[in-house]
């Protein structure tokens, strides 16, 4: 059976979904599988993730669920890795960590670089699951269907001072 192509998503990070109106939001579970894209409005998009206290403790967590998963060989969804992957996405600076934790996603212990380093450092060893390639997806339909919505938002979001100036 061939693979599906992974989804193709024109964002890299945490600050540019907000600039294109998709909004982040703390998810009402603490289950690292239940994230998820919808419409928060017809103007705004909304990604939701479990958040997540980020320790040494959890770190490990992570890395052996993660590890556990890619054991069962194909029949685990991928949860976790899905999580640390979608993570991994929104995150390339050390100022979309300090998005994520401004949404109250992310409550490391640790420094926005040593954060970051740590979700680069672990995920390119991850399997691919269901849950990323669906958030992925999701995610890049909400772009490819609302281009001129997207174009207006980003427009607006990136000019509001000077728009207010003026």
């Not at 603490?30 to 040494?56: H, Q, T």
């Not at 109250?104 to 740590?118: A, C, K």
Request: net charge neutral; glycine share 6%; aromatic share 10%.
């Amino acid at each position: 059976e061939a693979e599906a192509p992974r989804p193709i998503l024109n964002i890299s990070s945490a600050l540019e979904l907000a600039e294109v109106g998709v909004h982040i939001t703390a998810g009402k579970t603490a289950r690292l599988s239940d994230m998820g894209v919808g419409k928060k409005n017809p103007l705004f998009g909304n990604l939701w993730l479990p958040p997540v206290y980020l320790s040494e403790l959890t770190m490990s967590l992570l890395i052996n669920m993660a590890a556990f998963e890619m054991l069962q060989g194909g029949t685990s969804d991928y949860g976790v890795s899905s999580y640390v992957q979608i993570m991994s996405v929104l995150m390339n600076r050390e100022d979309d960590v300090r998005e994520l934790r401004a949404k109250r996603i992310l409550y490391p212990v640790f420094s926005d670089q040593e954060t970051l380093d740590f979700f680069k450092s672990v995920c390119p060893y991850l399997q691919y699951g269901r849950q990323y390639d669906r958030v992925l997806q999701r995610l890049s339909h909400y772009q490819q269907d609302r281009t001129v919505r997207v174009a207006l938002h980003k427009f607006v979001y990136n000019n509001l001072k000077y728009l207010l100036t003026s």
